[in-house]
RNA sequence: GGGGGCGUAGCUCAAUUGGUUAGAGUCCCAGACUGUCGAUCUGGUUGUUGCGGGUUCGAGUCCCGUCGCUCCCGCCA
C-alpha cells in the first residue's frame, strides 16, 4: 500500500464500500463525543469523514489533534446508514473507520481559523499566506488563475501564436514608470533593470520575423499599489503580430476574451464585435477613458446651450474656454431633497464649484437653475437628454479637464447609489482614437499622451501638417466593467516617422538613438509593420472570480507597501554581499528608534 | 508625497451623554458525552483598549501627536 495514500479526500463513494484504503490529508474539522471521534480530513480534492471508535489504541491520542494537523488513516470504507447521510458532501454517503493512523505533522493553535472563511486582518492573513490559501475561498481563487492561464494559452497556440521568453534581466527603460534596479556585480556602478513589459522585446521578435508572439509575461513596475494594482509585479498577456491592421489585433483578443469569459463565467458577455468608443467620445460621455457600460447613465457637453443664457456662472465659464456637462438621470424627481443635497457636496468634495440640477415633474422644470433659463434653453435641454417627467439633469462647469473627472465620478456614484448598475453581465468596449500627444499644464510642453511607439494616425504626412494635439494614434484599451484590462498599439515601425514624432515631442534625433537604438536600428533593417496588445492576467481573474481586490487572486502578493509580510522582503543584506556589488548605502534619517529596533530584529 | 477610513482577547465583535473590576461568541486548556457533520454541555485561561502625551475627580469613549493596515489622489509610456 501506498505510504500516504490510495485515493483522495474527494474521492470515495459507496463504489468503495468494504475496501480498506489510506487516506492523508489536513484536520478540517474534529466531532469528539468522548467514546466517538469524527473527523473531517481535508485534501485538495475534498472532504471525507474518518471515524475513530473509542477501542482504538489511538483514540486518545487522536483526542489531542487539533485542527490543521496533518494525518495519515488506514481504514474501511463503510456506508453509513441512512439517518447519518450527509447530503451536502459528495463523500457524504460513506466514511472512513480508522484502523491506524499516524500523526504526520501536529498543528499548533492557528493565528486564525482555515475552517471559517470570515477574513482575519489582512496583515496576518499575508503573513500566513499558506494557512489563507488552505482556505476554500483563496484555495479556488488561485485555481481559477491557472485554469484561466491555460485557456489563454490554449486559445492562443489555436491561433497560431507562439509562445517566447524575454528576459528579466534587461535595461532600464527611460520612459514610463520607476525601474526595479539590479546592481551588477562584474559591472561596478551599472544597473540592469526587471521590465516593465517586454515591450521592445516582443518588436524585435516581429522584426526578426516570427510573425506571432505571445507570453504570458511578469512585468515590474516600482509604483504604489491600488485595490486593482498590484505593487511591484503583475502578468500580462503580452501579444504581438506583423502586417495587421487595428481591427485585425481586436479580432484576435475578442475571441480569446470572449472565449475564456464565456469558459469561465456563466454571466452575460457582450458579443463581439465589442463596441469601439472614440476617446473623445468616451470622455464627454462618460467622462474617463474607462467607462463602465453597465450604468445606463450618458453625459452631454451643453456649453452651447449655456453660451448665450442668462445664468451667468456657466456662461461666463463657456467664455473663458470651460464646458457645461449634463448628466441626465431617469426617474429621480421623487429622491428627497436631503439626496441632491448629498450629491451637491459629494460634487463640491470632488472640487466641483458646484452642482446644479433641474427636475421634470408634474409638467413644469423647477430646480435651484430654472429661473435663470428660458423657455427655449429648457426645451433644447430636454431634448438632448430625452428628458420626461420624473427625469432630473445635473450640470457641471469648469474647464473639461476638472469636468470629466468630476463628472466621471459622479456618473458612477449615481449608478451606484441608485442601484442601476447591470448585474450579472460583462460589457466590453474598446476606446479608440487616443490623442498622439497631449499638452504637459505643468512644463508647458507637447509630449507624448501614451506610448511613443505608437504609429501616429496619417503618418508622416499627419505629423508634418496637423496641429500636433489633433493628430490620433493607433493606439487603444480594452475596458470591462469600468476595468482597464488593457493599452495596445500599431507600433511606429518606420525610424522617419519615430524621429519626426520624437521631435515633436521634444527629442533631438540623437536623444533617440541613445535611448532606443537598439529598436531603431532593427527598424533600418527591415522591420513589418506589426501591432498588439497586453490584457492584465490578474484583471482578467478578478473579474472572473467577482473580487474587488486584487491580492485575492495573487497567491503570494504583496501589501499596499510592497511588502512579502510572510518571506521577510524587502530585508536588509549583508555587508560582504553590498561590498561584492560595490553599493554604499545612503540611507535617510530614520523616524526613532522602535523602527530601527525592529529590522534588527528581523536581520 | 497628500487626503479619508479603521485599530478593544489569537480571531469576529460589544461596551448608554465620559462613570464601578472592559464583556460575548469563537479559538485554546480541562472535564462530561457512542452517530456527529459549524456536534453538544460544564468549567477555565486569554487585555499595556496600537503607542505616547493632554483635558478631566474619572478616558476604550474627548483633544493632539505618532505607528500600523487599508481605500483614494499623485504616480502607473
Known amino acids: 500500500m501506498h505510504p500516504y495514500r490510495t485515493h483522495t479526500c474527494g474521492e470515495l463513494r459507496m463504489d468503495h464500500v468494504g475496501q480498506t484504503v489510506r487516506v492523508s490529508g489536513w484536520v478540517f474539522r474534529k466531532r469528539d463525543h468522548g467514546s466517538l471521534l469524527f473527523f473531517d480530513l481535508r485534501d485538495h480534492y475534498g472532504l471525507t469523514q474518518v471515524v475513530v471508535q473509542p477501542d482504538r489504541s489511538f483514540f486518545e491520542e487522536c483526542q489531542r489533534i487539533r485542527s490543521e494537523s496533518v494525518i495519515i488513516v488506514t481504514g474501511r470504507v463503510v456506508a453509513r446508514s441512512e439517518e447519518t447521510i450527509n447530503e451536502t458532501l459528495p463523500t457524504g454517503r460513506i466514511e472512513v473507520v480508522a484502523e491506524t493512523l499516524t500523526i504526520e505533522s501536529m498543528a499548533d493553535p492557528l493565528p486564525f481559523q482555515v475552517n471559517i472563511d470570515d477574513d482575519g486582518p489582512e496583515e496576518t492573513r499575508l503573513k500566513y499566506r499558506f494557512l489563507d490559501l488552505r482556505r476554500e475561498h483563496l484555495h479556488k481563487n488561485i485555481m481559477l488563475r491557472s485554469q484561466?492561464?491555460?485557456?489563454?494559452?490554449?486559445?492562443?497556440?489555436?491561433?497560431?501564436?507562439?509562445?517566447?521568453?524575454?528576459?528579466?534581466?534587461?535595461?532600464?527603460?527611460?520612459?514610463?514608470?520607476?525601474?526595479?534596479?539590479?546592481p551588477s556585480r562584474v559591472h561596478p556602478g551599472r544597473f540592469y533593470a526587471l521590465p516593465q513589459a517586454p515591450q521592445q522585446f516582443k518588436q524585435l521578435l516581429m522584426v526578426s520575423g516570427f510573425d506571432r508572439y505571445f507570453q504570458i509575461a511578469p512585468c515590474f513596475r516600482d509604483e504604489d499599489a491600488r485595490a486593482d494594482r498590484s505593487p511591484g509585479e503583475f502578468?500580462?498577456?503580452?501579444?504581438?503580430?506583423?502586417?495587421?491592421?487595428?481591427?485585425?489585433?481586436?479580432?484576435?483578443?475578442?475571441?480569446?476574451?470572449?472565449?475564456?469569459?464565456?469558459?469561465?463565467?456563466?454571466?452575460?458577455?457582450?458579443?463581439?464585435?465589442?463596441?469601439?468608443?472614440?476617446?473623445?467620445?468616451?470622455?464627454?460621455?462618460?467622462?474617463?477613458?474607462?467607462?463602465?457600460?453597465?450604468?445606463?447613465?450618458?453625459?452631454?457637453?451643453?456649453?452651447?446651450?449655456?453660451?448665450?443664457?442668462?445664468?451667468?456662472?456657466?456662461?461666463?465659464?463657456?467664455?473663458?474656454?470651460?464646458?457645461?456637462?449634463?448628466?441626465?438621470?431617469?426617474?429621480?424627481?421623487?429622491?428627497?431633497?436631503?439626496?441632491?443635497?448629498?450629491?451637491?457636496?459629494?460634487?463640491?468634495?470632488?472640487?466641483?464649484?458646484?452642482?446644479?440640477?433641474?427636475?421634470?415633474?408634474?409638467?413644469?422644470?423647477?430646480?435651484?437653475?430654472?429661473?435663470?433659463?428660458?423657455?427655449?434653453?429648457?426645451?433644447?435641454?430636454?431634448?438632448?437628454?430625452?428628458?420626461?417627467?420624473?427625469?432630473?439633469?445635473?450640470?457641471?462647469?469648469?474647464?473639461?479637464?476638472?469636468?470629466?473627472?468630476?463628472?466621471?465620478?459622479?456618473?458612477?456614484?449615481?449608478?451606484?447609489?441608485?442601484?442601476?448598475?447591470?448585474?450579472?453581465?460583462?460589457?466590453?468596449?474598446?476606446?479608440?482614437?487616443?490623442?498622439?500627444?497631449?499638452?504637459?499644464?505643468?512644463?508647458?510642453?507637447?509630449?507624448?499622451?501614451?506610448?511613443?511607439?505608437?504609429?501616429?494616425?496619417?503618418?508622416?504626412?499627419?505629423l508634418c501638417e496637423k496641429?500636433?494635439?489633433?493628430?490620433?494614434?493607433?493606439?487603444?484599451?480594452?475596458?470591462?466593467?469600468?476595468?482597464?484590462?488593457?493599452?495596445?498599439?500599431?507600433?511606429?515601425?518606420?525610424?522617419?516617422?519615430?524621429?519626426?514624432?520624437?521631435?515633436?515631442?521634444?527629442?533631438?534625433?540623437?536623444?533617440?538613438?541613445?535611448?532606443?537604438?537598439?529598436?531603431?536600428?532593427?527598424?533600418?533593417?527591415?522591420?513589418?509593420?506589426?501591432?498588439?496588445?497586453?490584457p492584465g492576467v490578474d484583471r482578467m481573474v478578478m473579474l472572473l472570480s467577482g473580487e474587488s481586490n486584487i491580492r485575492e487572486v495573487i497567491a503570494f502578493p504583496m501589501n499596499q507597501k510592497a511588502q512579502d509580510l510572510m518571506m521577510n522582503a524587502p530585508n536588509t543584506v549583508t555587508e560582504k554581499q553590498l561590498r561584492e556589488l560595490h553599493i554604499k548605502l545612503n540611507l535617510p534619517k530614520e523616524k526613532n528608534s522602535e523602527v530601527r529596533s525592529q529590522e534588527s530584529a528581523t536581520i
Open 148 to 182: 484561466v492561464i491555460a485557456s489563454l494559452r490554449r486559445r492562443m497556440m489555436a491561433q497560431g501564436f507562439t509562445e517566447f521568453q524575454t528576459p528579466i534581466l534587461t535595461s532600464s527603460s527611460p520612459e514610463g514608470a520607476r525601474d526595479y534596479l539590479v
Open 467 to 534: 496641429d500636433p494635439l489633433e493628430i490620433l494614434a493607433y493606439q487603444y484599451d480594452i475596458v470591462c466593467n469600468g476595468v482597464e484590462l488593457s493599452s495596445g498599439a500599431i507600433r511606429n515601425h518606420s525610424p522617419e516617422i519615430m524621429y519626426k514624432a520624437f521631435e515633436i515631442a521634444g527629442y533631438p534625433a540623437s536623444e533617440v538613438d541613445k535611448r532606443f537604438g537598439g529598436m531603431i536600428n532593427a527598424f533600418k533593417l527591415g522591420a513589418p509593420p506589426h501591432g498588439g496588445i497586453a
Open 235 to 462: 502578468y500580462q498577456l503580452d501579444m504581438e503580430m506583423s502586417f495587421v491592421t487595428q481591427d485585425d489585433v481586436f479580432a484576435v483578443v475578442e475571441d480569446v476574451i470572449h472565449g475564456v469569459f464565456t469558459e469561465f463565467s456563466n454571466w452575460t458577455i457582450d458579443s463581439t464585435p465589442f463596441v469601439r468608443i472614440p476617446y473623445a467620445t468616451a470622455m464627454v460621455k462618460y467622462g474617463t477613458d474607462k467607462p463602465d457600460l453597465r450604468i445606463p447613465i450618458e453625459m452631454q457637453d451643453v456649453s452651447d446651450l449655456f453660451r448665450a443664457s442668462k445664468f451667468n456662472a456657466f456662461r461666463g465659464m463657456v467664455e473663458k474656454g470651460g464646458v457645461v456637462r449634463a448628466i441626465p438621470v431617469k426617474g429621480i424627481a421623487d429622491k428627497p431633497r436631503s439626496f441632491f443635497d448629498k450629491l451637491v457636496e459629494y460634487a463640491q468634495s470632488l472640487g466641483s464649484k458646484g452642482l446644479a440640477y433641474l427636475v421634470w415633474e408634474g409638467g413644469a422644470i423647477k430646480g435651484p437653475i430654472a429661473k435663470f433659463l428660458s423657455e427655449e434653453e429648457l426645451k433644447a435641454l430636454a431634448a438632448r437628454g430625452g428628458m420626461t417627467d420624473g427625469d432630473v439633469m445635473f450640470f457641471v462647469s469648469d474647464m473639461v479637464h476638472t469636468v470629466n473627472k468630476i463628472c466621471g465620478d459622479l456618473r458612477t456614484k449615481l449608478g451606484r447609489d441608485l442601484d442601476r448598475i447591470a448585474k450579472g453581465v460583462y460589457r466590453f468596449c474598446w476606446i479608440v482614437d487616443f490623442p498622439m500627444f497631449e499638452f504637459d499644464e505643468e512644463t508647458r510642453t507637447v509630449g507624448f499622451s501614451h506610448n511613443p511607439f505608437s504609429m501616429p494616425q496619417g503618418g508622416m504626412k499627419a
